[in-house]
């Protein structure tokens, strides 16, 4: 099993849409979460960034970690088509294992006018 | 305030033969993370450098090795290149502490 497990989709959906991308982890050490949006051909662009159970909000971006059933997802409301891109989930550790992140496969999200 | 540079953004290298990947982070940041990332198997950790100290180390092979400067500059070298070196090489910047990481526009490179 994958530490970090993500849909790889392909996800579309129309213009205005909500999008609900999701990912799975193991491994309950402490651990803080990030999500990056990567466009062809360039680097991942970050997000949102949350190392608590709940909700953090930025703009149309949700990002919620439950980390009771080792989930976390993120929501985008009013979906444009600037938001088509590969959407990564990404989970860090603590103590020894800082600056290392384990990635999911990644969502291909496109959105349609 | 000046994103993560990579340079350069394009190699075409042969078989056999060694490359040196760049990478300046973000002023202020004393950590720098090397990922690879392939369509089949996505962006996979390679090493971590903080304070010109590897802390981490992904699963690769010996051929792939860094360093970090007292600036925090980093370089990666991949020495013996196989064709399934192809990929897009790129690092990530952070405090080292557990905070947000900002990635560069990698580095693509092709081995031929």
Redesign the interface.
């Known amino acids: 099993q994958k530490e970090v497990e993500q849909d790889p989709g392909p996800l579309s959906v129309p213009e205005g849409a909500i999008v609900s991308l999701n990912c799975t982890y193991s491994n309950s050490a402490f651990q803080?979460f990030?999500w990056?949006r990567q466009y062809s051909?360039?680097?991942?662009?970050?997000l949102m960034?949350t190392?608590s159970s709940g909700n953090k909000e930025d703009g149309r971006f949700t990002a919620q970690v439950d980390k009771s059933s080792k989930y976390i997802s993120l929501f985008i409301r009013d979906s444009q088509p600037s938001d088509s891109a590969t959407y990564?989930c990404a989970k860090?550790a603590?103590g020894?294992?800082?600056?290392?992140?384990?990635?999911?496969?990644?969502t291909i999200l496109t959105v349609h006018p | 305030k000046a994103g993560v540079t990579q340079t350069p953004r394009y190699l075409i290298k042969t078989r056999g033969q060694q490359v040196t990947l760049s990478c300046s982070p973000i002023s202020g940041h004393r950590s720098v993370s090397w990922y690879q990332q392939t369509p089949g198997q996505g962006l996979q950790f390679l090493f971590e450098y903080f304070s010109e100290t590897q802390r981490n180390k992904g699963n690769f092979p010996g051929r792939f090795s860094g360093r970090q400067f007292s600036n925090s500059r980093s370089e990666m070298n991949v020495s013996t290149l196989e064709l399934g070196d192809s990929a897009l090489y790129l690092c990530a910047s952070s405090a080292g502490t557990g905070g947000t990481a900002f990635f560069g526009q990698g580095t693509r490179l092709t081995v031929v």
């Open positions: 803080y990030m990056y051909r360039k680097g991942p662009e970050l960034y190392y990564l860090g603590g020894t294992s800082y600056g290392k992140l384990t990635f999911g496969q990644g």
